[in-house]
């Protein structure tokens, strides 16, 4: 069964930072899945954030590029995002994305809001 959780979400002044964290199922780790960030802002369409393969190496979407780092603990089954100086055009709801075929994940978790306050 293929679950992910992410948590760490909640309400920032804008500047600060947050991580958010999204625990897998031993079966992403196992399939040796591509997992990343996704984000989908009130009223616009989700957008992709960024991605890290198994090996470690990552790809990020040319616009969160500087402020967003997404690492990963593999033994832990989780994957992170780091957000500093935060905007509060980041505020957002924040997915979870595992198993890629090509640009679009195969599995999502149910995502966790953050809001970025001026």
């Known amino acids: 069964q293929v679950q992910l959780a992410e948590s760490g979400g909640g309400s920032a002044p804008a500047g600060k930072s947050l991580r958010l964290s999204c625990t897998v199922s031993?079966?992403?780790?196992?399939?040796?899945?591509?997992m990343g960030w996704h984000r989908q802002a009130p009223g616009k369409e989700r957008e992709f954030i960024a991605l890290?393969?198994?090996?470690?190496?990552?790809t990020y979407a040319d616009s969160m590029q500087g402020r967003f780092t997404i690492d990963q603990d593999r033994p832990k089954a989780t994957i992170y995002l780091q957000m500093d100086d935060l905007k509060t055009e980041d505020t957002a709801a924040y997915y979870c994305?595992?198993?890629?075929?090509?640009?679009?994940?195969?599995?999502w978790g149910q995502g966790t809001q953050v809001t970025v306050s001026s």
């Open positions: 994305a595992a198993c890629y075929t090509g640009s679009n994940p195969n599995y």
């Open positions: 031993s079966f992403v780790m196992g399939a040796r899945c591509r």
């Open positions: 890290i393969r198994p090996d470690g190496t990552t």
